[in-house]
């Protein structure tokens, strides 16, 4: 019996022993980019404070908001992207509020919006809200206070509440 000799090219396993390593290397190739693409932002954008290993926020606002016993609620109009704030607890109501919307998942989308004062309301309208997820974060004129909520895929309201907890 005579064996023959085939092309290197033409065996199976040269092109596993190939592929395998190849293909690793375009796969981190890939998550290089996708890395590299996402930017080094943090999914809270407040300003810390980095002690070797243990990170620092100011929660004074936080702290400040559960003392005032504020709460609120956040509702959206879908259609024309109109945003109305309440608010209970708020003894001497600020006439401009901050309200930030951080998009979940991209930083480059984070919207602040500044509501304006009418009645016991603020109001204020957004664009581009629709079919997607939103930490809403509202803050006082001085930024004495915070509260912060959710709006989930599609939804129009939000409980505004501090971000820390009482503690009970």
């Known amino acids: 019996m005579s064996e023959q000799s085939r ?3 033409r065996e199976p396993m040269v092109w596993l022993i190939i592929a395998l390593p190849l293909s690793a290397v ?5 998550t290089l980019m996708i ?7 943090d999914a809270v ?6 002690t070797a290993q243990i990170q620092e926020s100011d929660m004074d606002a936080d702290r400040h908001a559960i003392e005032l016993g504020l709460r609120g609620e956040l509702v959206l109009d879908p259609q024309n992207g109109a945003i109305t704030v309440r608010l209970l607890g708020l003894t001497v109501p600020d006439n401009t509020l901050t309200l930030k ?4 998942g991209r930083a480059s989308a984070d919207q602040e919006i500044r509501l304006i004062r009418a009645n016991d ?11 997607q997820v939103w930490n809403v974060e509202v803050v006082g004129e001085q930024a004495a206070w915070r509260l912060g909520g959710r709006l ?10 501090p971000m820390l907890s009482t503690g009970d």
Do not use: N, Y
């Not at 309301?121 to 079919?131: M, N, S, V, Y």
């Not at 989930?152 to 509440?161: K, P, Y």
């Open 35 to 41: 890395a590299i693409r996402s930017g080094s932002t």
């Open 7 to 9: 092309a290197w090219f």
């Open 121 to 131: 309301a603020w109001l204020g309208r957004a664009e581009g809200l629709a079919g």
């Open 45 to 50: 954008p407040d300003v810390v404070k980095r």
């Open 26 to 30: 375009v796969a981190g190739i890939i």
């Open 101 to 104: 919307l951080l998009h979940a």
């Open 152 to 161: 989930d895929l599609d939804a129009t309201r939000s409980e505004l509440q």
